[in-house]
């Protein structure tokens, strides 16, 4: 089988990559992809594949003015736009494409098993320019008859270089400068990029929109309490009130490790609800906890 996958040499990506059982095409900007394109601003010269895995995109930051906030808009959406033209100058349009996607397009900061019923309502560029990609490829994939698998992902974790918050925590936690936030209560649907890449081959003529999570929803305390013992550290916790003022240091020093809206992100619950794809895709993930790629020190 040959897939055409983007974002190849990303985190996820990478992990993608490895998993899929054929001929891997990939396409990105860098001069490792066998196709040279950058999706934001080309339409790309393609060659006819089975499956399309778009994985590349904009993410984990956030823009502090226009002309950043335009950036997840041309990846994101612009990017997924001209992938389908370039699709569409071909003779034979691929049987299945696989969208990674975010849970981001909820627009929720707290709520617990929140499932892919749920009315979509980003609040971040990052989550409108994948809604609106979304939208885009649900319309373009019924009018060319093609399958169409949206993944929307929460925290994705693997080795050292995992991205996002949960990146961040790994990072602080090595080198010793995490403060527990509270009691650390707060549960938090995460996801092994690995366990994408082994459920992704299997897609093949299947459709519909997913949550994919590990399916524990761990605790920022029992996570970081798991990541200690890997780097053997000791976990320190801060007051609360006090985590409020050094967040708002963040907010406006770009480098600090805490701003106002990572301290919300860490102190509320937020789980998503996976059973849809358990039971269409049989999905059969991994937990987070205990299956982290991480050298201890």
């Given at each position: 089988m040959k897939y055409l996958l983007t974002g190849a040499s990303g985190f996820l990506g990478n992990y993608i990559s490895k998993k899929l059982p054929g001929e891997v095409?990939?396409?990105?900007?860098?001069?490792?992809?066998?196709?040279?394109?950058?999706?934001?601003?080309?339409?790309?010269?393609l060659?006819?594949?089975?499956?399309?895995?778009?994985?590349?995109?904009h993410a984990h930051r956030i823009p502090k003015n226009?002309?950043?906030?335009?950036?997840?808009?041309?990846?994101?959406?612009?990017?997924?736009?001209?992938?389908?033209?370039?699709?569409?100058?071909?003779?034979?349009?691929?049987?299945?494409?696989?969208?990674?996607?975010?849970?981001?397009?909820?627009?929720?900061?707290?709520?617990?098993?929140?499932?892919?019923?749920?009315?979509?309502?980003?609040q971040s560029p990052y989550g409108k320019s994948k809604l609106e990609a979304e939208l885009f490829l649900t319309d373009w994939a019924e009018k060319n008859k093609v399958n169409l698998v949206i993944l929307r992902l929460p925290l994705i974790a693997g080795g050292e270089n995992t991205p996002g918050n949960l990146g961040a925590m790994i990072k602080a936690i090595r080198k010793n400068y995490y403060f527990r936030v509270g009691e650390g209560k707060a549960r938090k649907s995460m996801v092994l990029a690995e366990d994408i890449g082994t459920l992704i081959?299997?897609?093949?003529?299947?459709?519909?929109?997913?949550?994919?999570?590990?399916?524990?929803?761990?605790?920022?305390a029992e996570l970081d309490t798991y990541l200690s013992g890997i780097y053997n550290k000791r976990v320190k916790q801060?007051?609360?009130?006090?985590?409020?003022?050094?967040?708002?240091?963040?907010?406006?020093?770009?480098?600090?490790?805490?701003?106002?809206?990572?301290?919300?992100?860490?102190?509320?619950?937020?789980?998503?609800?996976?059973?849809?794809?358990?039971?269409?895709?049989?999905?059969?993930?991994?937990?987070?906890?205990?299956?982290?790629?991480?050298?201890?020190?």
């Open positions: 095409i990939s396409l990105g900007r860098s001069g490792n992809n066998e196709l040279i394109c950058d999706l934001s601003n080309k339409v790309p010269d060659v006819p594949v089975e499956m399309v895995i778009h994985s590349a995109g226009e002309e950043e906030e335009q950036q997840f808009w041309k990846v994101n959406f612009d990017g997924t736009k001209n992938l389908t033209k370039g699709l569409e100058k071909l003779e034979t349009l691929p049987e299945t494409f696989v969208f990674i996607s975010t849970v981001a397009v909820y627009g929720l900061e707290q709520g617990e098993l929140i499932n892919e019923s749920t009315q979509e309502n980003p081959p299997n897609l093949v003529g299947k459709s519909g929109v997913f949550n994919l999570t590990d399916g524990k929803h761990p605790s920022l801060i007051n609360y009130s006090l985590l409020q003022s050094l967040a708002k240091i963040g907010d406006f020093l770009p480098f600090f490790p805490l701003n106002s809206y990572r301290l919300e992100k860490l102190s509320n619950a937020l789980t998503f609800d996976d059973s849809k794809a358990k039971t269409i895709l049989g999905w059969d993930p991994n937990p987070v906890i205990g299956n982290l790629d991480l050298k201890s020190i």
